[in-house]
């Protein structure tokens, strides 16, 4: 069965480096997303991408957050200059189509700030 | 208010019986969407729904548009069903993206 594939599944930073986290997409999937969790609180939404373009983001998706699709196959989170509130898992999820498919998740990056 | 609640927070349940999980939202929707959430944190989708009731083995989602209600149950349940749900929609006025739930921690003892 296709599925969404995250790298790494943990990673470590320093306050204020940057981090890039990649996910590789169902093949035929237009939607991409990238949600967080932080540890005991609910999934939160970060940014949505179609079309090469970001379709919408979050007020916590602010300018140290950003998106790309480099090839036809990664859609990366770069995040610049991380602090200890970025602490999280981060999801990718990938859609068909829009909202009205289902919504196919990554196994999670969990990233630790120190 | 959250957008989306879901009760119980906590749930325990003995091995055989019988589980619901209930999900409501203040907003309108195009879909509503059953998660789970293991404890290593991956999430798998368990349904989809923008009507009526869906079954896939011995879990059955149902949902009244009407009433902005879902619920989730689980029959026979297993330990290893012991997991994170997570219910959340797809808003019909904010693009394709999902708003989640608090989720609900099942436990099923043997």
């Known amino acids: 069965e296709p599925e969404v594939t995250q790298t790494p599944s943990h990673q470590v930073t320093q306050m204020g480096q940057e981090v890039i986290l990649r996910c590789v997409p169902i093949s035929n999937h237009l939607y991409f997303y990238w949600y967080r969790q932080i540890l005991g609180q609910k999934v939160e939404f970060l940014v949505s991408f179609y079309n090469n373009e970001i379709s919408e983001k979050s007020e916590i998706f602010d300018d140290q957050f950003s998106v790309e699709r480099p090839d036809g196959s990664n859609f990366t989170l770069k995040i610049r200059s991380t602090k200890l509130e970025d602490s999280a898992m981060y999801f990718c999820?990938?859609?068909?189509?829009?909202?009205?498919?289902?919504?196919?998740f990554g196994q999670g990056t969990r990233l630790t700030v120190v | 208010k959250n957008e989306v609640e879901q009760s119980p927070q906590n749930l325990t349940a003995q091995e055989g019986e019988f589980i619901t999980i209930n999900c409501s939202y203040s907003v309108g929707i195009s879909a509503l969407h059953w998660l789970q959430q293991h404890p290593g944190g991956g999430i798998v989708s368990l349904f989809m729904?923008?009507?009526g009731k869906k079954k896939h083995g011995r879990l059955i989602a149902t949902i009244n548009i009407q009433e902005k209600h879902s619920s989730l149950h689980i029959t026979a349940s297993h330990p290893r069903d012991s997991a994170v749900y997570i219910c959340?929609?797809?808003?019909?006025?904010?693009?394709?993206?999902?708003?989640f739930g608090e989720g609900t921690q099942l436990t099923v003892n043997p």
């Open positions: 729904l923008s009507s």
């Open positions: 959340a929609v797809s808003r019909e006025t904010s693009g394709s993206r999902l708003t």
């Open positions: 999820a990938s859609r068909i189509q829009g909202a009205s498919t289902e919504a196919f």
